[in-house]
């Protein structure tokens, strides 16, 4: 038994299964090992015991010459006859206090979670580790527990803070996943993964060398620098000059550059969307095909996601992946989120699939998304006085997220998890004309565009750890007081009416906004 403490980062479980035609199972076990596999798990389901047992002993020869553990998985008899470094066990294995009397002192034992109940248990059971999943769909377990997504890994996680338990998490991970995991399960309390498992990304790769090696430079590249800070200043007094003269200085990026920025959007607002992003100085597209997501997500410069009707969820899965993919900023407006069951199941999904840089949306839609019952839903509509602490509940939710929260409203209030931003521009006239919360989540998809512009051109963004280049906090607030700015600007105008005649002025003030002139009107309060 091996006696350094065990590195759990990238953990190989085994399935023989999945080789490839002709490939040699302790061949792929080697190359693995010496493409970044710290751990090794024997699994083997449907094998009997004398075959088990020489698996698991030639494992171990493999595994230990490079000073590497081995558990197995859930039989304690092989583990003791081969004398492993421990086992793994789920839930309707041997209990951890019987494995633990049984096994040699300082055998690793871990247990497999698929709840935040499991992971009470395993606390209280004292095991060493957890391995939480699926995260993912997987084909290589018949007793599939419901899959849980990157931020449902993170509730699980949660449980486990403040204690020495490591965690792992498993279940259809890859390489083209592992940063939307890494960065997406993490606990409120900032504790991440301390490693992740996987099986057939390894096990079936005709190169198992470099399909492990891509997985081990993805998790050093997550954890070799400290979580992306989007705020900018150190202070209340910076921050609010700062944030709004970058705001400016994004828009003057969008007039120079002219991104262009995908949306995937409800018709109801397309046309009045696209003709907002032309008059801001970038240029609109609105494709929802699966087949034109990896093409588009190479040139454009931020993906809108508004599912107001629900119409392409294909589309918007497979967009938000190769967005991702691309380090491309990614908005998501989970339009009348809280008024059906199926709006708040595809809102799960696509936020599993993929990391939001920014979620915009009402009251009731942030609210929705907080668990909150402080405001209600009218279809995509807001009911009641507000949220008490409305700058608290941005910035939890922005914690959880693991991404920039704007709430749009009478005050618009924004939050990277550390500070929360009060805007207090804007006209009652928005509210009176279809989409213009739409339309503000075009802007800040524009906006982020113009910081996405601005990041790949410097070298200070070349962290690989922020899936999402640029600064979105100043994104979300540009966006904000574009429309905001502009709504002022045109209820003012002599030749506005009323609702019919504001909006094509609004896109004209939209037009003819300026970096000093967002400058000049902005007010913003900040919340520390």
Request: hydrophobic fraction near 40%.
């Amino acid at each position: 038994m091996l006696t350094n403490a065990p590195d759990y980062s990238v953990y190989l479980v085994t399935g023989r299964d999945l080789l490839p035609s002709g490939a040699d199972y302790y061949q792929v076990i080697e190359q693995a090992i010496k493409g970044g596999a710290t751990i090794v798990q024997v699994r083997e389901k449907k094998c009997q015991t004398w075959d088990f047992l020489e698996i698991a002993s030639r494992t171990k020869e493999i595994c230990h010459k490079h000073n590497v553990p081995v558990l197995i998985n859930d039989r304690v008899d092989i583990a003791l006859a081969i004398e492993a470094d421990g086992v793994h066990l789920g839930q309707e294995d041997m209990p951890i206090s019987i494995a633990r009397k049984l096994l040699p002192k300082g055998s690793i034992i871990g247990v497999s979670c698929n709840s935040v109940e499991d992971a009470r248990n395993a606390v209280k059971d004292g095991a060493g580790y957890v391995g939480i999943g699926p995260v993912w769909f997987t084909q290589t377990k018949s007793d599939l527990k419901p899959t849980l997504g990157p931020r449902g890994a993170g509730e699980i996680l949660e449980t486990l803070s403040g204690t020495q338990i490591k965690a792992v998490a498993i279940g259809g991970i890859k390489s083209s996943n592992v940063l939307r995991l890494l960065h997406g399960a993490v606990s409120t309390s900032d504790r991440p993964l301390d490693g992740v498992a996987v099986v057939g990304d390894i096990m079936a790769a005709q190169d198992p060398f470099a399909a492990t090696l891509r997985l081990s430079e993805c998790y050093k590249a997550f954890t070799k620098s400290p979580p992306p800070q989007f705020s900018l200043g150190s202070n209340a007094s910076d921050l609010s000059q700062n944030i709004v003269s970058h705001a400016a200085t994004l828009l003057k990026t969008i007039r120079e550059v002219g991104p262009l920025v995908h949306q995937i959007t409800n018709n109801v607002v397309m046309n009045q969307s696209a003709n907002a992003t032309l008059a801001l100085g970038a240029s609109p597209i609105m494709a929802t095909a699966v087949q034109e997501m990896e093409d588009l997500s190479k040139v454009s410069g931020a993906l809108l996601i508004n599912f107001g009707t629900i119409g392409d969820k294909l589309g918007m899965l497979e967009a938000g992946k190769c967005a991702n993919a691309t380090r491309k900023p990614i908005v998501f407006d989970p339009v009348a989120i809280g008024a059906t069951q199926h709006r708040r199941s595809a809102a799960n999904e696509l936020l599993s699939a993929w990391q939001a840089s920014v979620i915009k949306g009402n009251p009731a839609e942030i609210g929705a998304l907080a668990n909150s019952a402080e405001v209600k839903t009218l279809g995509v509509d807001s009911l009641g006085s507000g949220f008490a602490d409305p700058a608290n509940l941005v910035r939890r939710l922005a914690k959880k997220e693991r991404c920039i929260i704007a709430m749009t409203g009478k005050k618009d209030w924004v939050s990277d998890g550390k500070v929360a931003i009060c805007i207090n521009n804007g006209h009652e006239l928005l509210s009176k004309i279809t989409g213009s919360g739409c339309m503000v989540g075009t802007s800040v998809a524009t906006f982020c565009a113009g910081a996405s512009a601005v990041a790949t051109s410097a070298s200070t963004y070349d962290d690989e750890r922020v899936l999402v280049r640029g600064d979105m906090l100043a994104g979300a607030i540009g966006g904000i007081l574009a429309i905001t700015v502009a709504s002022e600007l045109a209820a003012s105008r002599q030749d506005v009416k009323g609702t019919g005649t504001f909006l094509p002025a609004l896109i004209d003030e939209l037009y003819n906004l300026t970096p000093e002139k967002l400058v000049d009107r902005a007010q913003i309060e900040i919340f520390g």
